[in-house]
């Protein structure tokens, strides 16, 4: 079934840097709904292209013509300073609050980070800490994803409830040879990500 099929109207936000793991999320999420390829700045934490070489928005803009995203949002902004890696956390959430806002006002009903993290259980467990904690940010407004599922938001009192829009990290406990084995299953098309797609 292709997006054309599933007639679903929903939109969600798939944060796309032109890797081969974004390049999957992509295409298992058009298969559900209308996706919005969101491009972060090359070098920061959210991307694996290396700084102010462009490639990651040609290649997202080659993945939309084929696949059909239905929008491709290209960020403007400072990587920052590639070797200071205490800051990269930081700026990841930084990053993925600005691609709330974007799908917040694009009428999304959530953000699919495809961060890849293997075996390591630290990085899987921020990873998905900060994914839930992004999450949690958004519920506070909850009229502000209006093609989110109902019940999210702030129940009087000042506790938050569950569900309704999410950021979600589908590819977190997986490695990046599992990643190629899904765009092999998936038929992802050669050439238009950072990695190699397998043949």
Not at 49 to 65: C, H, K, N, T, Y
Not at 141 to 170: C, H, K, M, N, R
């Amino acid at each position: 079934m292709n997006r054309e099929e599933s007639g679903s109207g929903r939109k969600v936000l798939v944060i796309n840097d032109g890797s081969l793991s974004a390049l999957v999320a992509s295409m298992m999420e058009r298969e559900r709904g209308d996706v919005i390829a969101w491009v972060p700045p090359a070098g920061s934490g959210l991307s694996e292209d290396e700084p102010g070489s462009g490639r990651s928005a040609e290649l997202v803009r080659e993945q939309a013509a084929l696949l059909g995203y239905v929008q491709v949002r290209v960020v403007d902004g400072d990587p920052g300073d590639p070797g200071a890696d205490e800051d990269v956390g930081l700026e990841t959430t930084l990053l993925l609050v600005s691609a709330v806002a974007d799908a917040a006002r694009l009428g999304c009903e959530r953000v699919v980070w495809p961060v890849v993290c293997g075996a390591d259980l630290e990085r899987m467990q921020r990873a998905s800490e900060r994914a839930m904690l992004v999450s949690r940010l958004a519920w506070l407004d909850e009229g502000a994803f209006p093609g989110a599922l109902p019940g999210a938001g702030a129940i009087p009192g000042g506790t938050i409830s569950g569900g309704g829009f999410e950021v979600t990290t589908p590819l977190v406990d997986l490695t990046h040879g599992q990643v190629e084995e899904m765009a092999c299953d998936l038929d992802a098309p050669e050439g238009v990500c950072l990695g190699e797609t397998p043949v």
